[in-house]
């Protein structure tokens, strides 16, 4: 594939950073992060499957989502900061599964136009340690966001077909 996921995880800080390109604009890519009808086909590993119980993306808004695999479900959940349309997102992210709650992420991501209909996405999370940034590193997360950037590039090939179903 020539669009590659770039993720940065420098030893001993407590941030990491995820870059993508895509060949569409950067309002498909914002959408596709703000749309629940789309978030809910591309985010995630493949072999998840995906469930959103709410996406408000808006300033103060508020998001929680589950992926689910062989009987057992993963809960995501946050807060929208700033929801800037096409430009950026930035808000906090949490995972439910571990033992104790506190292990919240900020994380902001823009969106850059790039020449000829491209744009980039670049991400960037600031964890309360080293330690859970480590931890989300090794739970396999630089897996899922590749996987779901795949996914989202099927998507967009998908809205730009032509309709052929109807006659």
């Known amino acids: 594939m020539a669009n590659k996921t770039v993720v940065i995880a420098e030893p001993n800080k407590q941030e990491l950073f995820i870059t993508r390109e895509f060949d ?7 959408n596709a992060h703000v749309d629940p009808d789309q978030y809910v086909q591309w985010v995630g590993p493949n072999d998840l499957e995906m469930s959103i119980q709410k996406l408000d993306a808006r300033d103060g808004g508020t998001f929680e989502f589950t992926h689910t695999r062989g009987g057992h479900s993963y809960r995501f ?3 929208y900061h700033e929801v800037l349309k096409n430009e950026r997102i930035i808000g906090t992210f949490e995972f439910d599964g571990l033992p104790e709650r506190g292990h919240v992420i900020l994380g902001k991501t823009t969106f850059e136009e790039l020449p000829n209909g491209r744009s980039r996405l670049v991400h960037q999370s600031v964890f309360m340690s080293v330690a859970d940034r480590d931890g989300m590193v090794q739970s396999g997360m630089e897996r899922g966001v590749r996987e779901g950037y795949e996914k989202l590039d099927k998507l967009f090939a998908q809205m730009q077909e032509p309709n052929t179903a109807s006659a």
Do not use: A, H, N
């Open 24 to 30: 569409v604009p950067r309002e498909l890519v914002f």
């Open 77 to 79: 959940f946050g807060s």
